[in-house]
Nanobody, 127 residues
Framework: QVQPVESGGRLVQVGESLRLSCAAS????????MGWFRQAPGKEREFVAA????????DYADSVKGRFTISRDNAKNTVYLQMNSLKPEDTALYYC????????????????????WGQGTQVTVSS
């Protein structure tokens, strides 16, 4: 199993870019799909993006398509979320998670399919 640890969240202005990182411990990192979720105050946690174990398949929420890009570096046990053209509605606590099963061709996008979660990193977009 892997244990994700997020970093990179901070206060930014509307339209700016930000890259989140998720470093995951564990020698089996490369076998797990990884995902990003977010939760805004008073709202439920929602799916943002996910990437398959090999990096060849990705999935995005409609609200971030074309603005966010998920990627991974298995040699560094790290997954990234590049966020461009940030909007106030992107303000949330962003969580990184590892899938519950390994070697899935397509990454899951339901939180129930992810078994290991980080503590989150706060992203605030100010207008």
């Amino acid at each position: 199993q892997v244990q994700p640890v997020e970093s990179g969240g901070r206060l930014v202005q509307v339209g700016e870019s930000l890259r989140l990182s998720c470093a995951a411990s564990g020698r089996t990192f490369s076998g797990y799909a990884m995902g990003w979720f977010r939760q805004a105050p008073g709202k439920e946690r929602e799916f943002v993006a996910a990437i398959s174990y090999g990096g060849g398949n990705t999935d995005y929420a409609d609200s971030v398509k074309g603005r966010f890009t998920i990627s991974r570096d298995n040699a560094k046990n790290t997954v990234y979320l590049q966020m461009n053209s940030l909007k106030p509605e992107d303000t949330a606590l962003y969580y990184c998670a590892a899938s519950s099963t390994r070697f899935s061709y397509r990454p899951p996008n339901r939180s129930a399919d992810f078994g290991s979660w980080g503590q989150g990193t706060q992203v605030t977009v100010s207008s």
